[in-house]
């Protein structure tokens, strides 16, 4: 007989494979990570930090704090230039948070270590087999783990992806950028630039929100980002290649010296065909690369970990059939597929020739008026998400949002109960309305009030529910009276079958 080594075993810690390892140790699955690197330390700079719905989804599990306590807020997101403010958003996190990405990995590694996951660091995936009952992945150090699924969480080159024999199709590059965290000799000129080669960017890596404007530090390292003037490259890029970037830009290199990160990025758009073949998934860049412009690629990922991680628990704990993970592919397969859309639109709108800039400045004008702000900010904060669960209530297939529940115990923000990740059904009528025994084991049912107004982000209010049940990922997997049928169908088709009595 073959021993298992996990239930689940993931290929990268980045932050996808960090949030999806977190949520399945939460649901008491025994998952390990399989990690190339030696420790969390990133080589490249990336994310810049969360938007609303991220930092909700880490509310959600009830370590958003870590977060914000580390990073800075703003009001406003962005939509190819143009500032959007989101203040007015009815969420407790109306903002996003200015943290760098190697702070989000180093904090999600933290918690993910208080919750006894095992990471195999300096370890690389090499391989895998797959069987009827399980898969074997091979390491660069000649051992080989079994496991009951695998994820690969392993980035936009994918290993998993690619042995999995999973397409990949999508857009090649128009445009390649250097992106570096260095010292300077002379003073640079600060701020960004327009061109005919591209955009750049000149910054100190600290710098602090003062009335929603960025305040960069008197000193400290400075990140720099470049349009380079051709496409492909090869190899890693040097000190050498920054300074000519920069000099074609600038007509200086400012003397530019100790580098600590150098790394270039494109906007290759692409999307993997499909999010699973039988025991093999794929989460986060894995699944899908685009340009970093709108800053929704980690985002895109650590949802998708949320959004899987609650449903592989329960097809291994076999308390739901195996096809609950094809809802994976089904709900998250368009959401990265507007990302990419959206992000495609960002670089086209970023090109530097005149009929271009007068695209850009029509679309700023039209993101001057109100109802296209709350639809695009919705969007580039990840608030509008539905995934399509059918005709309903409005917020049928929405985020449930954080209000602030009275209950028979005292005053319960909804959030809280999703802490464990555990599904809930909350009672807004009668108390005692439900019976959900059979289910009881899986599913909270909590009586409670709110007299509040119920309002979504771009759509404004809607009808108070008479109940809602909330998914673990916090999306609203059904609405209705207690008279009402389609409980018991939507308990079984998310959290399983009636136990027998
Ligand atoms: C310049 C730049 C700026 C960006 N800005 C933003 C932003 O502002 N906001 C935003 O949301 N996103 C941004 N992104 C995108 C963001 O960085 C990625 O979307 C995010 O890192 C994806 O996370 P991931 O965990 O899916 O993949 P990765 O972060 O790529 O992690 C993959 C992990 O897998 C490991 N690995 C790879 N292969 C193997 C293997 N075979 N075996 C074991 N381990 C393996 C790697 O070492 C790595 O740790 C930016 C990206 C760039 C390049």
């Not at 609303?52 to 959600?60: A, K």
């Not at 590059?173 to 260095?182: D, G, K, Q, R």
């Not at 750049?200 to 003037?229: C, F, K, N, Q």
């Not at 100790?258 to 025991?279: E, G, L, N």
Request: proline share 5%.
């Amino acid at each position: 007989m073959t021993t298992q080594d996990a239930d689940v075993l993931i290929a990268g810690a980045g932050p996808t494979g960090l949030m999806l390892a977190g949520e399945l140790a939460l649901a008491g699955i025994d998952v390990a990570i399989i990690e190339r690197r030696d420790s969390q330390e990133l080589t490249g700079s990336r994310a810049g930090g969360l938007h609303s719905r991220s930092i909700e989804i880490l509310d959600q599990r009830g370590i958003a704090d870590r977060f914000l306590r580390e990073g800075k807020v703003a009001n406003v997101g962005q939509f190819s230039g143009v500032a959007l403010d989101i203040s007015d958003f009815p969420t407790r996190h109306p903002y996003s948070l200015g943290l760098w990405q190697n702070h989000i990995e180093r904090i999600l590694a933290g918690w993910v270590d208080e919750l006894g996951v095992t990471i195999h660091r300096g370890r690389e995936a090499t391989g895998f087999a797959q069987d009827d009952t399980g898969v074997d992945v091979a390491l660069s150090d000649g051992q080989s783990l079994r496991t009951q699924y695998l994820v690969g969480c392993d980035g936009g080159r994918s290993l998993i992806r690619k042995t999995a024999g999973i397409a990949f199709p999508g857009w090649d590059p128009t445009v390649s950028n250097l992106i570096a965290e260095v010292e300077l000799a002379e003073q640079p000129e600060w701020g960004v630039r327009h061109d005919a080669i591209g955009l750049h960017g000149i910054g100190r890596v600290e710098y602090e929100i003062r009335d929603g404007e960025i305040v960069y530090a008197d000193s400290g390292p400075v990140r720099v980002m470049l349009t380079e003037r051709q496409l492909g490259a090869a190899g890693e890029p040097t000190l050498r290649d920054l300074s000519e970037a920069m000099i074609a830009v600038y007509g200086t290199d400012y003397g530019v010296h100790s580098p600590t990160r150098i790394s270039r990025f494109t906007d290759m758009t692409r999307q993997a065909a499909a999010y699973r073949d039988r025991r093999v998934l794929l989460a986060g860049d894995a699944a899908h690369v685009h340009s970093p412009d709108g800053g929704q690629g980690l985002q895109t990922g650590v949802q998708d970990a949320v959004n899987l991680g609650w449903k592989l628990a329960q097809v291994v704990k076999l308390t739901s059939p195996e096809s609950l993970l094809d809802t994976y592919h089904a709900e998250r397969h368009p959401v990265a597929a507007r990302v990419l859309r959206t992000t495609m639109a960002h670089v086209a709108l970023r090109r530097a020739d005149e009929r271009t800039a007068a695209l850009r400045e029509t679309i700023a004008d039209l993101l001057k008026v109100d109802e296209p702000r709350r639809r695009f900010a919705a969007m580039m904060f990840g608030l509008d998400i539905r995934y399509d669960l059918g005709e309903g209530h409005p917020l049928l297939g929405r985020r449930m949002p954080d209000l602030d529940l009275a209950t028979a115990d005292g005053p319960l923000r909804v959030y809280t109960l999703l802490h464990n990740a555990q599904p809930a059904l909350l009672n807004f009528g009668e108390p005692g309305g439900f019976d959900i025994t059979p289910w009881a084991d899986r599913v909270q049912m909590i009586d409670a009030r709110y007299d509040g107004v119920w309002e979504l982000p771009a759509l404004g209010a809607v009808t108070a529910p008479a109940a809602v049940l909330i998914r673990p990922d916090g999306y609203v997997a059904w609405v209705g009276e207690p008279t009402e049928s389609g409980l018991a169908d939507a308990l079984t088709t998310w959290f399983g079958p009636p136990a027998a009595p």
